[in-house]
């Protein structure tokens, strides 16, 4: 008789040992670059904030307010002084070292150019605005510390707003460039005509914004017996039907003679004994035009037409409207200084300074290049939403 083994005694074999790398070896360079610039972003970002903080605090507290610092000595004056050069030192490092880690880690993030462009505003227009409403309130007055403060700010709003547009124009050139590769997906994602591949290019083949039969993707061995090519009265999203999602089309080309009698034939196979076959409604069939291949390449070339007017069409209205523009700008800068005037604390109305000051122009026209940059980049944004996403 054979000896039973307990096998619950039996030592568990132990599991191999897997050497760890050293350090955080995650991979390759640049997965190193964006760990470094994560960490940057994280140090600099608490950096600036405490930076930021105390220059809040110094103030909207009225610590630099004339009634205070005029009480103070020379001495105590000119410390002030020498600390809000040096804390708007450290806040500039911090904030160079902060846009140049979000330049590395977050390059294709879209909505930090505009996270930017909202810091420099409340750099040049915020800051004062807080400070003045707080003045007013508390019945202080600026003194040469705070106008300190104030134009250090006015100044740190140039080094967040010029990469804040600059960034806004990156994702305008991304969106343009990238147009090929999003098409490309949503035809590798196509239900119908999956895998197709193009055929052999021909002056026929290469119509931009053709219809159907003169894109890439018309078949050779369909193509000559397909109703839709001969008939020439429309493409097949028009008619909701082609050859990439309907089986009389295909058998009317593949079997000529007596397609009529095969597509019967396999009606009555689908139907017998399941009842009737199932009828598409107009959006089943719209939503089966939105998934073909086809009409995917169609629209492809539909965006790549209707972003390059885009980019004439704005520049060139904004350009020929620019008055009008500046009208506009003006009211808009207008309603925000009635609203600081009319919700001021103190009671004093002083309005926004830096609308009244001899910089009010070039702050005008700053304006209006920003918001001609952000409607251009917000307009392309529109074209790839119903071109890609709405497939109108």
């Given amino acids: 008789m054979a ?30 670059l964006d760990e470094i610039a994560v960490k940057v972003l994280g140090g600099a970002a608490i950096v600036a904030g405490l930076m930021l ?3 809040l605090w110094g103030l909207l507290s009225g610590a630099w307010s004339h009634e205070v610092v005029g009480h103070m ?32 880690s977050c390059a294709r993030a879209e909505g930090v150019g505009y996270w930017l462009l909202g810091g420099a505003a409340f750099f040049a227009v915020g800051t004062s ?12 007055t600026a003194s040469n510390a705070s106008q300190l403060a104030l134009t250090d700010f006015g100044s740190l709003a140039w080094m967040y707003g010029i990469p804040g547009v600059l960034w806004t124009v990156l994702d305008i050139y991304r969106r343009v460039a990238s147009a090929a590769d999003v098409a490309a997906v949503h035809r590798a994602n196509a239900k119908y005509g999956h895998g197709v591949p193009k055929q052999k290019a021909t002056a026929q083949r290469q119509v931009f914004l053709g219809r159907c039969w003169e894109g890439p993707f018309c078949k050779d061995g369909i193509r000559q017996k397909c109703p839709i090519f001969i008939e020439k009265k429309g493409p097949c999203w028009k008619r909701k039907e082609g050859c990439m999602c309907e089986e009389r089309i295909v058998l009317q080309a593949m079997i000529a003679p007596d397609w009529k009698d095969q597509m019967t034939r396999a009606n009555q196979a689908l139907t017998m004994g399941t009842g009737a076959r199932k009828v598409l409604t107009p959006a089943m069939k719209r939503d089966r035009c939105r998934n ?16 390059v007017v885009t980019m004439i069409a704005i520049p060139v209205l904004l350009v020929l409207n620019f008055p009008t ?8 800068l207008g309603m925000m200084d009635t ?23 070039i702050f005008a026209w700053v304006m209006v290049f920003v918001f001609a940059v952000v409607l251009l980049s917000q307009a392309l944004k529109l074209v790839e939403y119903v071109c890609f996403t709405l497939k109108i």
């Fill in 339 to 361: 609203a600081a005037k009319r919700f001021s604390f103190g009671g004093t109305g002083g309005g926004i300074a830096l609308l009244h000051g001899d910089s009010y122009a």
């Fill in 3 to 32: 000896e039973r083994v307990d096998l619950t005694e039996a030592p568990l074999p132990r599991a191999p040992r897997v050497k760890r790398p050293k350090g955080n070896q995650r991979g390759t360079g640049v997965a190193k």
């Fill in 325 to 332: 523009m500046q009208g506009w700008v003006g009211a808009f």
């Fill in 73 to 104: 000595t020379h001495a105590q004056k000119g410390l002030q002084l020498a600390n809000i050069a040096l804390v708007f030192q450290i806040l500039d490092a911090a904030s160079f070292l902060l846009i140049v880690a979000l330049l590395v």
């Fill in 53 to 55: 903080l105390y220059l």
């Fill in 129 to 140: 605005f807080l400070t003045e409403q707080v003045y007013g309130y508390s019945h202080h």
């Fill in 292 to 307: 073909c291949t086809i009409y995917n390449e169609h629209q492809r070339q539909k965006h790549k037409a209707l972003t």
